[in-house]
């Protein structure tokens, strides 16, 4: 194996040094493949990745999404999303503002939700910017029998509108985001999604909610439903050991395995101080509960 590994956190995420992602050997991705089974949550160290490169390279990991966000899609190549908070001279935006301000997995409203997520450090703020991380895999080993039995082979509910959904606010930063919300409120179907997912290449159970998207649980009434989610939620931060902040260097390219973590944009920067990230992402299956 031609690079480095160290594991940074518990929680599964780990560095790698000395390997190029504009031009892997074919050894060293194998290699690659191999440890990001091993550790759901990848940082590679000192890339100087074009947005043709970086698309390039997650192609090797999969189909990409197609972005919905077509305005916020890098000249260079269209599968690559800004996330920034960059202005042009005539105030407009460059970027998405607050990208994934609240705990989620990415595009777990949709019916084949994304399965790996990669951000390219373009530019980091002085202060703020990191990437928080929590192991569903490890919060879900922990959870006490009662809760799990309540849960396993049951579906919750989930939707892209925040307009929908008192867990989270919508940020003032992003211009004409409240209009946004509310026509994906009226365009958009509610997708359900297996309270346990079973992980489709280890097999390993994960507590597959989220504060971001999870509205509701499948033929239960609220009244009983959201008691439930909030207990789950509480239960899902109570252990620090389940969790990793990544904070950014320049160069640092991160993916993550969408199947088994939630995840959370840090904030805490304000222009005109910036953050640039590029965006690529891993389409993926269907998510399913398989008993043990
Ligand atoms: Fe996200």
Same mark, same amino acid.
């Given at each position: 194996? $031609?690079?480095? /590994?160290?594991?940074?956190?518990?929680?599964?995420?780990?560095?790698?040094?000395?390997?190029?992602?504009?031009?892997?050997?074919?050894?060293?991705?194998?290699?690659? =493949?191999?440890?990001? %089974?091993?550790?759901?949550?990848?940082?590679?160290?000192?890339?100087?990745? +074009?947005?043709?490169?970086?698309?390039?390279?997650?192609?090797?990991?999969?189909?990409?999404?197609?972005?919905?966000?077509?305005?916020?899609?890098?000249?260079?190549?269209?599968?690559?999303?800004?996330?920034?908070?960059? %202005?042009?001279?005539?105030?407009?935006?460059?970027?998405?503002? @607050?990208?994934? @301000?609240?705990?989620?997995?990415?595009?777990?409203?949709? *019916?084949?939700?994304?399965?790996?997520?990669?951000?390219?450090?373009?530019?980091?703020? /002085?202060? $703020?910017?990191?990437?928080? !991380?929590?192991? *569903?895999?490890?919060?879900?080993?922990?959870?006490?029998?009662?809760?799990?039995?309540?849960?396993?082979?049951?579906?919750?509910?989930?939707?892209?509108?925040?307009?929908?959904?008192?867990?989270? +606010?919508?940020?003032?930063? %992003?211009?004409?985001?409240?209009?946004?919300?509310?026509?994906?409120?009226?365009? *958009?179907?509610?997708?359900?999604?297996?309270?346990?997912?079973?992980?489709?290449?280890?097999?390993?159970?994960? /507590?597959?909610?989220?504060?971001?998207?999870?509205?509701?649980?499948?033929?239960?009434?609220?009244?009983?439903?959201?008691?439930?989610?909030?207990?789950?939620?509480?239960?899902? !931060?109570?252990?620090?050991?389940? %969790?990793?902040?990544?904070?950014?260097?320049?160069? @640092?390219?991160?993916?993550?395995?969408?199947?088994?973590?939630?995840?959370?944009?840090?904030?805490?920067?304000?222009?005109?101080?910036?953050? =640039?990230?590029?965006?690529?992402?891993?389409?993926?299956?269907?998510?399913?509960?398989?008993?043990?």
């Amino acid at each position: 194996m $031609g690079f480095t /590994l160290n594991q940074i956190s518990p929680a599964g995420a780990a560095e790698i040094i000395g390997f190029d992602c504009s031009n892997p050997a074919p050894d060293d991705f194998a290699a690659l =493949r191999q440890a990001f %089974r091993d550790h759901p949550i990848l940082c590679i160290r000192d890339q100087a990745l +074009t947005p043709k490169a970086q698309a390039s390279f997650a192609r090797q990991w999969g189909s990409l999404e197609s972005q919905d966000r077509s305005a916020y899609c890098h000249p260079d190549d269209n599968d690559v999303l800004i996330l920034s908070n960059e %202005r042009r001279p005539d105030g407009s935006q460059v970027g998405i503002v @607050d990208a994934g @301000d609240f705990w989620h997995s990415d595009s777990s409203h949709m *019916t084949d939700p994304c399965r790996i997520t990669m951000l390219y450090s373009v530019k980091n703020p /002085l202060q $703020g910017g990191d990437t928080e !991380f929590i192991n *569903t895999n490890q919060v879900f080993a922990a959870l006490p029998d009662a809760l799990k039995r309540q849960i396993e082979g049951r579906n919750a509910v989930h939707h892209v509108s925040k307009t929908l959904n008192p867990r989270v +606010t919508i940020s003032a930063e %992003r211009e004409a985001a409240v209009d946004y919300y509310k026509r994906r409120e009226k365009e *958009t179907k509610p997708v359900v999604q297996p309270m346990v997912r079973t992980h489709p290449e280890t097999g390993v159970p994960t /507590l597959y909610i989220s504060p971001r998207f999870t509205i509701a649980i499948e033929d239960m009434d609220d009244a009983q439903a959201q008691p439930l989610l909030d207990e789950l939620f509480r239960f899902m !931060f109570s252990n620090p050991a389940w %969790r990793y902040t990544h904070k950014w260097k320049d160069g @640092d390219f991160v993916f993550w395995d969408n199947a088994c973590l939630n995840h959370m944009a840090g904030g805490g920067y304000h222009y005109p101080d910036t953050r =640039r990230m590029h965006r690529t992402t891993v389409a993926g299956e269907r998510p399913f509960y398989r008993a043990a």
